[in-house]
């Protein structure tokens, strides 16, 4: 199994099991150019998250849209592996393609982010991704205080 198989399906084992081998932590997944960090903040794998960060993954690497491992956590409402991504000194400066850091990406108006929210739900539910809106709308003026 690939690593970002292992991270979306949640096997941390065999996650671990990629870090021992030195399997590339930071290898773009083709479609989104996700890194398997980002799959697993995306798809709310904290032990994963956490397992990648320790194995020294580049916090600062970037997908198609110009976003980090912390823009994907902000955006998708991930308090806890945004504090994990903090911790571990990840930049809260970097710009994605549309110009908006981490902190950006979450000072907009949750109705007007939704609908984005609700596509990204269809185009990944196959997947097995699950995000509770109202969490995600909670977590979002929070989320803006820890990036400051």
């Given at each position: 199994m690939?690593?970002?198989?292992?991270?979306?399906?949640?096997?941390?084992?065999?996650?671990?099991?990629?870090?021992?081998?030195?399997?590339?932590?930071?290898?773009?997944?083709?479609?989104?150019?996700?890194?398997?960090?980002?799959?697993?903040?995306?798809?709310?794998?904290?032990?994963?998250?956490?397992?990648?960060?320790?194995?020294?993954?580049?916090?600062?690497?970037?997908?198609?849209?110009?976003?980090?491992?912390?823009?994907t956590a902000a955006f998708f409402g991930r308090i806890k592996m945004v504090q994990m991504l903090l911790d571990a000194k990840a930049d809260k400066t970097i710009k994605n393609n549309f110009g908006a850091t981490p902190r950006e990406t979450v000072l907009g108006e949750f109705a007007q982010m939704k609908p984005v929210y609700e596509m990204l739900i269809q185009q990944l539910k196959p997947m097995g991704f699950v995000l509770n809106l109202e969490e995600v709308k909670k977590a979002r003026p929070m989320i803006a205080k820890m990036l400051r």
């Open positions: 690939d690593i970002h198989t292992a991270v979306i399906k949640g096997k941390l084992e065999v996650v671990k099991q990629h870090i021992k081998a030195g399997t590339d932590m930071n290898q773009k997944e083709p479609m989104s150019s996700a890194t398997p960090l980002m799959s697993a903040i995306t798809f709310n794998k904290p032990a994963i998250a956490k397992a990648l960060i320790e194995a020294n993954a580049n916090l600062s690497v970037k997908n198609k849209d110009g976003s980090t491992a912390l823009h």
